[in-house]
């Protein structure tokens, strides 16, 4: 089998947390080859092993080696160095938030397309064991017709706020944060009908947008996706309603907390899983109007499943995972989320 051959431009938390520890978990499909870093000297992460360290930008970027190259730098950093990626004839992998404003992730597009390479967004938390869960109730049929789901992404950081003193658009909590929950929507749901924004500085004009509230419309469904970074606690992670009955989900997703204490996926066969105390539970009644109500095992989320998806593209042709019009969209949603904020 014809190895997925990996490299990174970016040697931070993110490479080192959200995509090297999946990759390494697939030796026989894919490895890391070269990681670009401004100091290849620092230590700040453990060394992957195999992996070349540089900091010669050109020898990434023309290496004939390598089959794709992921962008891992801070996000008003991805338009600059995608469009390198990409004039150098490589297909490329864009963290999130994709780019600042939608007309550059229109133009990175079109020119993946003119050069004749895949580009995409990673879209990571489209495997979450929560959101998994969630769709598999909804496919259930159980909660009957759709016609509410909230999904809430929530801390208590006071501080992170309070020490902005500044606003900047593309460094504001919708841009940061909604960029996970908003996808996950578009995945599933698709473009809405409408939208209606309630996006906030909850500490004044000139401060750093701290909290969303966006509400869409898909007919009679309505989805808010809500977060603060002053809730001291948090809400479910998801609750959604349907004619016949209601789901509620308060635990996340564990991988994030599993991968912050190192407990890596890799020789670790309960990495993610949920525990019968983070199960959600299904509430509703049945054909017979009888009442149910029950605790739903939690599927497994595991974010390597973008890179299955995307050596299923590059070495046999699938479809991307993450199409340009999903990118392009929520791009237009988080511009139109802060175009008012000051």
Known sequence: MSKLRIGFIGNGKSTNRYHAPFILNRPDTMEIRKIWARNPAKTDWARIEGAEYTDDLDSLLNDPELDVIVVTLPHHLHYE????????????????????????????????????????????????????????????GKLGELLELEMHFDYYRPEIPEMVKEYRPEFSYLYGHGCHTLDQVISYFGKPDHIHYDVRQTLGEGRMNDY??????????????????????????????????????????????????????????????????????????????????????????????YYDALY???????????????????????????????
């Not at 209601?246 to 407990?263: N, S």
């Not at 990118?327 to 988080?334: A, D, G, N, R, W």
């Open 81 to 140: 160095y995608t469009k390198k990626v990409i004039e150098a004839g490589k297909n490329c992998v864009c963290e999130k938030p994709f780019t600042p404003t939608k007309a550059e992730a229109e133009e990175l597009f079109a020119l993946a397309e003119e050069k004749g390479v895949i580009l995409q967004c990673y879209q990571n938390r489209r495997f979450d064991s929560d959101f998994l869960t969630v769709q598999k109730v909804i496919e259930s």
């Open 212 to 305: 969303f509230d966006l509400d869409l419309y898909y007919g009679v469904l309505k989805v808010s996706v809500k977060s603060s970074y002053f809730r001291v606690k948090e809400r479910p992670s998801f609750v959604v309603y349907g004619r016949k009955g209601m789901f509620e989900k308060y635990a996340k997703d564990r991988q994030e907390t599993d991968l912050k204490h190192f407990y890596l996926p890799k020789g670790h066969p309960d990495f993610g899983v949920d525990t019968p105390k983070d199960y959600g539970t299904l509430i509703y009644y049945d054909d017979q109007n009888v009442y149910h109500e029950e605790k739903v095992i939690s599927e497994k989320g595991d974010y390597g499943y």
């Open 312 to 342: 299923e593209t590059l070495k046999n042709g699938a479809p991307v995972l993450v199409k340009k019009e999903q990118t392009l969209l929520q791009m237009e949603i988080l511009e139109t989320g802060v175009r008012d904020l000051k």
